[in-house]
């Protein structure tokens, strides 16, 4: 009796485990090409079922690998509008966002930032992190990473 209850408790854990398991099928790798240059080795954003994983967004110029001029603020606003072009690229939008992650070359400018960062909501704020980071990819001063949910 104690090895049948044993093989059935078992059977169902492997059966409902299963029931969750992604299938590639259920994973979509993203390149709009809008932003980022597509030959770079990663994904501008991975879509599992509706939610959304943009990769970290620096202050680039859109189609180019040149940043922003004009310092944090200049590549802070750039930042959130490749953000924004992400998302729509792929069917989100900016109130569809439920975190963020903030990473600054120097966190002295976070007030500056937060400044930028603020104008691209109306209130609801997606979760948030932050923090001062070194080497940020082509001498950025600013990286943002983000999530997005749609219903």
């Keep these: 009796m104690r090895n049948i209850f044993l093989i059935f408790t078992v059977s169902f854990s492997l059966v409902t485990l299963s029931s969750f398991a992604k299938s590639s099928d259920d994973i979509e790798y993203l390149n709009s090409g809008k932003v980022l240059p597509t030959h770079l080795p990663f994904s501008e954003a991975v879509r599992v079922d509706n939610t959304l994983y943009l990769s970290g967004q620096i202050g680039i110029l859109p189609g180019t690998l040149k940043l922003a001029p004009g310092g944090v603020q200049a590549e802070s606003k750039q930042t959130m509008e490749n953000i924004k072009i992400s998302l729509e690229a792929n069917g989100y939008?900016?109130?569809?966002?439920?975190?963020?992650?903030?990473?600054?070359?120097?966190?002295s400018e976070w007030a500056t930032f937060n400044e930028v960062y603020k104008t691209y909501f109306s209130g609801k704020y997606p979760a948030r992190s932050a923090f001062g980071a070194n080497g940020l990819a082509l001498g950025a001063k600013v990286e943002v990473e983000c999530i997005a949910a749609a219903d």
């Excluded at 900016?94 to 070359?105: E, G, N, Q, R």
């Design 93 to 107: 939008s900016m109130s569809d966002l439920v975190k963020c992650t903030v990473m600054l070359a120097d966190i």
